[in-house]
């Protein structure tokens, strides 16, 4: 029987086991949040592999002689189907998700195998969500055709007892047979493996998905948002900021030592940024506050906020990879964002006003908050806003940063009880 050409063999072997990597993870990314960042670009740089891959079979299927088809009528006629609808796949799947990428609200950079840049489509953003829909479409419809087209094989090859098998083999060898098609099964299994081991659950403490901004927080709003570009509003437990005492010091008295205040689950720490006219919003699921402060004594206020920034989210995965990222929070190296005040001001009724240093990025520069108190007795509910500059601290340094604000909106709200 007939063969294919070599070059056509190592051609349709590698794209079927670089598709069957894709199918693998290509599942899995919409859940890894921004643990799947780095399996995103790789993705990425797969698919394009995968595009051009095709394009040289297609040069080679009208290069090089193929074999005759073996089967003629509806069934020749449904198997010429099936490749041809093969063929659109494995290009539209690839250049559907480059016109994704291209079209996404903040611009990331892709890196093909870390090495060399991939340039976005010049599109237009009302194209993000028609992409989008196909790629997942077509992702679907690449699946059944691959179905079709296997069982179609096995059926002229193990059934009809045609050899059909061996025209995609370089040698008539059941040792090719094994190893060529266990080439699929490798590249799925090996997608699955460099998976991330599913996230740990969040501590109680923590805010898991920034929620809309209380009456009292837009009050005060907050602008820490210049980071993505991201309107979503935070959620912060790990805040703690005092309230009134319960008995207040009577004047000329000596003031003693303030409370110290513990923050309530249910919090949120939100960030958002302008972005070319939209905004980007996001907010922290992790963090932690030390508060000290009697409301009738605010000089005496003593405030320490940790914020966790490999917690950061925008609620899409690749985008909070980015976060992650030397251009923006450069998490591996400075992991955390600090907030220290001593002593603050009132600035109303129930206002405050509080002077410090924001430490961010291995860079310290002064910053300063504002918030209300409302509530009675042991509990208060804390809101509170700042507007951060980001370029001091090199946040959004590079190309994908280019077309946020200067400055970002952050808002808080929480509840604190004293202790």
């Known amino acids: 029987m007939q063969r294919y050409s070599r070059i056509a063999i190592f051609l349709h072997w590698a794209i079927a086991a670089l598709l069957a990597f894709q199918i693998a993870v290509g599942w899995a990314l919409e859940d890894l949040g921004a643990r799947g960042f780095a399996v995103f670009q790789l993705h990425k740089s797969i698919g394009i592999s995968i595009l051009g891959l095709t394009l040289a079979r297609i040069v080679v299927r009208y290069w090089k002689p193929r074999p005759a088809p073996v089967e ?120 699955r493996a460099i998976l991330p081991a599913s996230a740990p659950k969040a501590m109680p403490q923590a805010m898991a998905v920034p929620s809309a901004p209380t009456a009292a927080e837009e009050e005060a709003p907050a602008t820490v948002a210049n980071v993505l570009g991201a309107d979503v509003p935070g959620n912060t ?94 998490v591996a190296a400075h992991p955390k964002a600090v907030f220290t005040a001593k002593g603050a001001e009132r600035t109303g009724a129930n206002g405050y006003r509080a002077s410090g240093t924001l430490t961010l990025k291995g860079v310290s520069k002064p910053q300063s908050i504002r918030f209300s108190l409302s509530g009675t007795g042991k509990t208060r509910r804390v809101s509170g806003s700042a507007t951060i500059a980001r370029a001091p601290f090199g946040v959004g340094n590079g190309e994908s940063g280019a077309g946020l604000d200067p400055k970002v909106a952050v808002h808080f709200g929480f509840s604190a009880k004293a202790e």
């Open 237 to 330: 437990d790990n805040a703690a900021v005092p309230s009134e005492a319960d008995n207040a010091v009577a004047a000329g008295e000596p003031v003693g030592p303030p409370s110290s205040w513990a923050v309530q689950p249910g919090g949120t720490i939100g960030f958002s940024v302008g972005n070319g006219g939209e905004t980007i919003s996001g907010g922290f699921s992790r963090w932690t506050a030390k508060i000290a402060m009697d409301p009738d004594h605010p000089d005496s206020a003593d405030i320490r906020v940790e914020i966790d920034l490999a917690s950061a989210s925008v609620g899409d995965s690749y985008k909070d990879g980015m976060l992650a990222g030397d251009e923006f929070f450069g």
């Open 72 to 191: 003629g009528g509806w069934q020749g006629a449904l198997a010429k189907a099936v490749h041809a609808g093969l063929y659109l796949f494995m290009l539209g799947a690839p250049l559907t998700g480059w016109a994704l990428v291209s079209t996404a609200k903040v611009k990331v950079p892709t890196l093909i195998f870390g090495t060399v840049p991939l340039p976005h489509l010049p599109l237009p953003m009302s194209a993000n969500d028609p992409a989008s829909a196909a790629h997942a479409v077509l992702a679907w419809i690449g699946i059944a055709l691959l179905a079709l087209h296997v069982a179609g094989a096995l059926r002229h090859h193990f059934l009809m007892r045609d050899g059909l098998l061996w025209r995609m083999m370089p040698a008539r060898s059941p040792l090719w047979l094994v190893a060529l098609p266990t080439l699929i099964a490798v590249g799925f299994l090996l997608g």
